[in-house]
Every structure is written in structure tokens, then in C-alpha cells.
T-cell receptor, first 112, second 113 residues
Framework: GESVGLHLPTLSVQEGDNSIINCAYS??????FIWYKQESGKGPQFIID?????DKRQGQRVTVLLNKTVKHLSLQIAATQPGDSAVYFC???????????FGAGTRLAVHP | DSGVTQTPKHLITATGQRVTLRCSPR?????VYWYQQSLDQGLQFLIQ???????AKGNILERFSAQQFPDLHSELNLSSLELGDSALYFC????????????FGPGTRLLVL
């Protein structure tokens, strides 16, 4: 089983509710941001990304919001499903985007 | 399935030993990245190779080394292993040098006893 992130902050939501996961990033020069989802025993899975010339980007059931003024990133998941239960990481990069700096992660627990 | 493969899935070894982790990138991807995920340090970037050459380095210990071969697969070599090296090691790949999404493999879980 998963042994990473035993002490992560946890967001508990009811199935069907909307979820908002927040992330504060560290480098004001970062200009590329990604959200990854990591399920137990698996590698990080790309969800959505956004570049610093945008403040909002939408995907299927997910929206990423970027507030550069306060260096804050959020991931909104609409109509959360049990399959959304996982650890969610934000990552930032600058310049060449080749080195991703990951946040600590948030565990999302979806209850029926 | 991201298309990135890693072997072995699990590895158990003893302190002082040396191990090699292998990664095959997605078809067509030229960049390979290695990350370490541990309980106390989270996900940390180790090193990047692009088309056979080292291009970026992160918090990689001197006991660790990597290489990328002409067929673009990559190996991460960990030597003089310590208990603290126990972690998940992930490989990711992207098409070019930079500026694109990195897709992660399933990881290798290393346990040093």
C-alpha cells in the first residue's frame, strides 16, 4: 500500500460535492504550474497545467486558478467522485520548466 | 497508463549495496527525469537527461548517478546505500528539453535494510 504522505493535510468531501484544493507556491519567478494526482501505489498522474499568462484554465470537471499576486494556486474538482480519492500535488517550474518543484500534497477523501 | 515504464517495481537490499533502476520513456520522448519520493522530503527532483546528455541537476547525492542510453532508456544507479535511501523513485519523460508536461512512470519502491 501507499506509504507516502502519512501526515498530509486531508480534505474530506461528500460524493457529488465540489472540492477545492489549495497550494501556495514559493518562487515568484515560477511561470508554469501543474496539478498531479497520485493514487495509492502509483506514480503522479497529470491532471491540468497553467502558465503564468493565464489566471484560469478548465478541463474536464477540473479548473485551476492562479493568483500570482499572492502566489496561490487552486484546483477545483466538480461533482467529486470516489475515484477522485488520492493525494494531489501542485508543482511549479520556471525558466526551462525542466525541474519541477512539488508541494507537500493534500489527501482528498471522498465519502459516499 | 502514462506510457513510461520502470523496473523493478520493488527492490529490497542491504546497506552498503548498489542497485540500478531502469526507466523507459514514452515513445518519442527525448527527456527523462528522475525524482525521489520519501516520507520526510516529499517529491524531489534528482536529475534530467535529454537525448543522452545530462541537462539539469537537483538534490542528487554523489553516491547516485544516472545515464541515458542511445535508445533513450535511462538508468539510475544508487551506491553505498543507506537506510535513508529507502524511498519511491520515479522516472518521468517529456518530448523535448523543456517547456512541456512531464509524465510519470509507476515508480520503483526501494527498501534498504
Amino acid at each position: 500500500g501507499e506509504s507516502v504522505g502519512l501526515h498530509l493535510p486531508t480534505l474530506s468531501v461528500q460524493e457529488g460535492d465540489n472540492s477545492i484544493i489549495n497550494c501556495a507556491y514559493s518562487n515568484s519567478a515560477s511561470d508554469y504550474f501543474i496539478w498531479y494526482k497520485q493514487e495509492s501505489g502509483k506514480g503522479p498522474q497529470f491532471i491540468i497545467d497553467i502558465r503564468s499568462n493565464m489566471d484560469k484554465r478548465q478541463g474536464q470537471r477540473v479548473t485551476v486558478l492562479l493568483n500570482k499576486t499572492v502566489k496561490h494556486l487552486s484546483l477545483q474538482i466538480a461533482a467529486t467522485q470516489p475515484g477522485d480519492s488520492a493525494v494531489y500535488f501542485c508543482a511549479e517550474a520556471s525558466g526551462g520548466y525542466n525541474k519541477l518543484i512539488f508541494g507537500a500534497g493534500t489527501r482528498l477523501a471522498v465519502h459516499p | 497508463d502514462s506510457g513510461v515504464t520502470q523496473t523493478p517495481k520493488h527492490l529490497i537490499t542491504a546497506t552498503g549495496q548498489r542497485v540500478t533502476l531502469r526507466c523507459s520513456p514514452r515513445s518519442g520522448d527525448l527527456s527523462v527525469y528522475w525524482y525521489q519520493q520519501s516520507l520526510d522530503q516529499g517529491l524531489q527532483f534528482l536529475i534530467q537527461y535529454y537525448n543522452g546528455e545530462e541537462r539539469a541537476k537537483g538534490n542528487i547525492l554523489e553516491r547516485f548517478s544516472a545515464q541515458q542510453f542511445p535508445d533513450l532508456h535511462s538508468e539510475l544507479n544508487l551506491s553505498s546505500l543507506e537506510l535513508g535511501d529507502s524511498a519511491l523513485y520515479f522516472c518521468a519523460s517529456s518530448p523535448q528539453l523543456a517547456g512541456e508536461t512531464q509524465y510519470f512512470g509507476p515508480g520503483t519502491r526501494l527498501l534498504v535494510l
